[in-house]
């Protein structure tokens, strides 16, 4: 930080070490995850029901099950899902706690047979 710029150096000094303390570019990773409408529906209905398939996933969001499959490969890769296979089924569910409160705060609610 140059203080050479700064009106008041002391304040931008602790406004600097502020950026010290969280994750900026884990949560900016987040964020473009979540910026897409497709993933976020996704997320949401991950949410509400754990545990849905790529065509359950399919149905309730409107979409090809190859294009949730190419959205839940992204959400998988930055961390936000995880999955478990019973045979040839897989299922996914929400992995992130983040994302998870994230979802809460725009009004997300769990299905009625699931408690977080």
């Known amino acids: 930080m140059s203080d050479r710029s700064a009106l008041n150096p002391s304040e ?3 406004a600097a070490a502020a950026l010290k303390g969280p994750d900026i570019e884990g ?4 964020f473009e995850m979540l910026s897409e ?3 976020l ?3 949401h209905c991950l949410h509400h029901i ?3 398939c790529v065509s359950d996933l399919a149905a309730a ?8 499959s190419q959205a839940l490969r992204l959400l998988r890769q930055r961390g936000l899902v ?3 296979r019973m045979g040839r089924i897989v299922r996914y569910q929400l992995s992130d706690d983040p994302t998870h409160s994230l979802l809460h705060q725009m009004g997300a609610v769990h299905g009625h047979n699931h408690h977080h």
């Not at 949560?27 to 987040?30: D, G, L, S, T, V």
């Not at 969001?61 to 949730?68: E, K, L």
């Open 82 to 84: 995880s999955y478990t």
């Open 50 to 52: 754990p545990g849905l």
């Open 61 to 68: 969001v409107g979409m090809s099950p190859t294009a949730v």
């Open 41 to 43: 529906r996704i997320l």
């Open 37 to 39: 409408p497709n993933r």
């Open 12 to 14: 931008a000094a602790k």
């Open 27 to 30: 949560w900016a990773a987040r």
